[in-house]
């Protein structure tokens, strides 16, 4: 059984930082594309980032551009994304997603950036 487990949102205020976790299981980690997502309150669930099996390419949405950073270790069948210069409207809750398992969302972790 596949599962996701986000981590490491929270509350920060404009300008700061955060660093999430997606923990993997029941799953070929080191072959699935995954991929990064988030849904702010009354939208449509958006893509962020997404980060090749090897971890050679990534490719961002066009809004968190040289300001997100999104990372993988195979070992540890995690993926990562380190957010710099957050904004109110990054706002969401954060999933991870595989490629391997396009169905499967774990619980996501709430992201909120307010002063």
């Known amino acids: 059984q596949v599962q996701l487990v986000e981590s490491g949102g929270g509350l920060v205020q404009p300008g700061g930082s955060l660093r999430l976790s997606c923990t993997t299981s029941?799953?070929?980690?080191?072959?699935?594309?995954m991929a990064w997502y988030r849904q702010a309150p009354g939208k449509q669930r958006e893509w962020v980032a997404n980060?090749?099996?090897?971890?050679?390419?990534?490719y961002y949405e066009d809004s968190v551009k040289g300001r997100f950073t999104i990372s993988r270790d195979n070992a540890k069948s995690t993926v990562y994304l380190q957010m710099n210069s957050l904004k109110p409207e990054d706002t969401a809750v954060y999933y991870c997603?595989?490629?391997?398992?396009?169905?499967?969302w774990g619980q996501g972790t709430q992201v909120t950036v307010s002063s």
């Open positions: 997603s595989s490629s391997g398992a396009p169905d499967s």
């Open positions: 980060i090749s099996p090897n971890g050679v390419y990534t």
């Open positions: 029941g799953m070929i980690f080191g072959r699935d594309v």
